[in-house]
């Protein structure tokens, strides 16, 4: 049976980033690649429905934020939907992000 698994922005297993930019500059912050996953060897499980937190609201999909006066976004947290197959391999599974930072 395949399992969802739900990370909110504020679980310790989030993804945490920081940015830097033009101070006070409104920013618009998404995940570059709806092809997102986990790997171990062979293995792939698919990561969806990505959430916004920390310095971020989440509106639809996407985190808006601004940077501070020094011009740094700290705590851009990102949360999203584990989809785990049933009968997965065991072991360690990593993967990586692409954020997109577009100015407002």
């Known amino acids: ?22 101070a006070g500059r409104p920013v618009v912050v998404s995940v570059l690649s709806d092809k997102s996953r ?3 060897g062979n293995k792939k499980i698919k990561i ?5 937190g920390g310095s971020l609201t989440d509106v639809g999909g996407v985190g808006i934020g601004v940077f501070d006066s020094t011009g740094r976004l700290n705590n851009i947290r990102v949360g999203a939907t584990v ?3 049933a009968n997965p391999t065991s072991g360690r599974y990593s993967g990586s992000l692409k954020l997109k930072i577009k100015n407002r």
């Open 83 to 85: 989809v785990v197959p």
């Open 48 to 52: 969806k429905d990505f959430t916004f």
């Open 38 to 40: 986990l790997i171990n």
């Open 1 to 22: 049976m395949t399992q969802f698994i739900v990370v909110t922005p504020l679980d310790s297993g989030a993804a945490v980033f920081n940015a830097q930019g033009d």
